[in-house]
């Protein structure tokens, strides 16, 4: 406890020396920050071969180059979003001036995951450093090589008492969570999402937690089938499906099913041939325990596609499950691997009905070329965030926010929401001493009416 605790001390230390509430220091954190990246960047991808089995190609388009992406818009609008912002007073407080002023929240807590382990890690700690916080990072010990670069990485751009890195397990995490931060990003399971907001509730300190779930993709009969077919597999895939944002199952309608199912086996084909799982650019299992519990899951379901698997590469083929029910023990988890239900329907309203019935998804996926199936599904399912006729893709994008709702996760970070996340907004009004209306002091008789004139 007590290395955390000086870290801790020494981060406060720093932070109210005022040392990074100006925007030159945070354009420059944030450029250090993409230098470093650019000099560690093999070190990157072999970690992440490494840990994961992720290409280069893989790696890069889906972490380095969403931090990247990240960091170009920050150090882009960053001026603006820290200068004050006018707003109009109220009538009753005539004359005054009033702004919102974008202030850091001071020393904050980032525990990473390890699906994701760069992207995860660095994109929130940007958003953090333009802000004007200091930061402790926990990269997962589950991404154990990759979070050893990172560690290498941080320590080599940032002086500890702005960016401090801890490794290890659990036990680091509690001594961390013990500690009062300002704030705390998770990126993780629902399960220990509510570790982490019981530990911040005895501080009162503000979470941002962005979970997972069971993320919906419907395929209505409209849709291009093999197009549709092709895109899910990608998404599916990425990561060998270990993705918070994966199309967690289909939802289709009972006329298309044998189609994409067709569809999607060719799909996997091209993309990775006839055995996927001794393709090189197929990603592997995070660990044995995820090994052993997504080989049980392949079990409560008849794969029509893949089904086959490698204990010594900890591999398993892209399998679509059918013969799967709502309360298949494979619809009561999120899968996180490259196995994907297929559940048929035979209307498009009974489909939301059953989505509705279910926790908030972190991502809900449509594809069709009905219009109005389309403004239903956006207008009567509550979602994080998702595509039409694309998967996973909106989370690249810097100029949207990326969050969940409900058991999903709550807050957003990416571009200006990151910002805002990682900002307190200060109000500020300032009154005249040139005027002092006199009807606000007692005594108030006969003055209701003008209080009712001006708040009306």
Request: hydrophobic share 40%; charged share 20%; aromatic share 8%.
């Amino acid at each position: 406890m007590e290395h955390c605790e000086e870290a801790l001390s020494r981060q406060r230390r720093f932070f109210e020396s005022g040392v990074t509430l100006s925007a030159g220091f945070r354009l420059a954190a944030l450029k250090r920050l993409a230098d470093a990246m650019k000099e560690y960047e093999t070190r990157l991808l072999t970690a992440l071969r490494e840990d994961l089995g992720k290409s280069s190609f893989e790696a890069y388009a889906t972490e380095l180059g969403v931090v990247y992406e990240e960091i170009r818009e920050l150090r882009a609008h960053l001026k603006n979003w820290m200068r004050p912002k006018p707003v109009r007073g109220p009538l009753t407080q005539f004359p005054c001036v009033c702004s919102v002023r974008p202030e850091p929240l001071g020393v904050v807590l980032i525990l990473s995951p390890w699906n994701y382990p760069v992207q995860l890690t660095l994109a929130p700690l940007a958003a953090a450093l333009a802000a004007g916080n200091c930061a402790v990072v926990k990269p997962s010990r589950y991404a154990a090589k990759t979070a050893v670069v990172l560690e290498d990485m941080l320590r080599s751009a940032f002086p500890s008492g702005l960016v401090t890195v801890f490794q290890g397990g659990a036990a680091v995490n509690q001594e961390l969570l013990a500690l009062k931060f300002d704030h705390i990003f998770f990126t993780g399971s629902p399960a220990v999402g509510r570790v982490v907001m019981e530990a911040a509730a005895k501080h009162l300190t503000p979470v941002t937690l962005e979970l997972g779930g069971k993320s919906p993709c419907i395929v209505d009969e409209t849709a291009d089938i093999a197009l549709a077919a092709r895109r899910i597999a990608w998404g599916k895939l990425l990561n060998a499906g270990q993705t918070c944002v994966a199309p967690d199952y289909v939802l289709i309608h009972e006329t298309m099913l044998h189609s994409f199912a067709r569809e999607f086996a060719g799909a996997v084909r091209r993309m990775y041939g006839e055995e996927p799982i001794q393709n090189p650019e197929y990603g592997k299992i995070i660990n044995e325990k995820h090994m052993e519990r997504l080989k049980l899951l392949l079990q409560r379901g008849t794969p029509i596609t893949g089904g086959t698997f490698s204990d010594r590469s900890r591999k398993i083929a892209p399998t679509l499950l059918t013969g799967v029910s709502w309360d298949s023990p494979v619809m009561q988890e999120e899968i996180f691997g490259p196995i994907l239900p297929l559940i048929p329907y035979r209307s498009f309203s009974q489909a939301l009905a059953e989505i509705r019935k279910r926790p908030k998804p972190l991502a809900l996926y449509l594809f069709t070329h009905d219009p109005d199936h389309e403004r239903r599904a956006l207008r009567e399912v509550s979602f994080g965030g998702g595509c039409v006729n694309d998967v996973v893709v909106h989370l690249t994008n810097p100029h949207m926010p990326f969050g969940g709702v409900g058991e999903s996760g709550m807050g957003a970070y990416h571009g200006k929401a990151g910002f805002l996340t990682f900002s307190h907004q200060k109000s500020i009004l300032k009154k005249s001493t040139a005027v002092d209306l006199p009807v606000r002091y007692p005594p108030y008789a006969g003055k209701l009416p003008i209080v009712r004139l001006l708040m009306r």
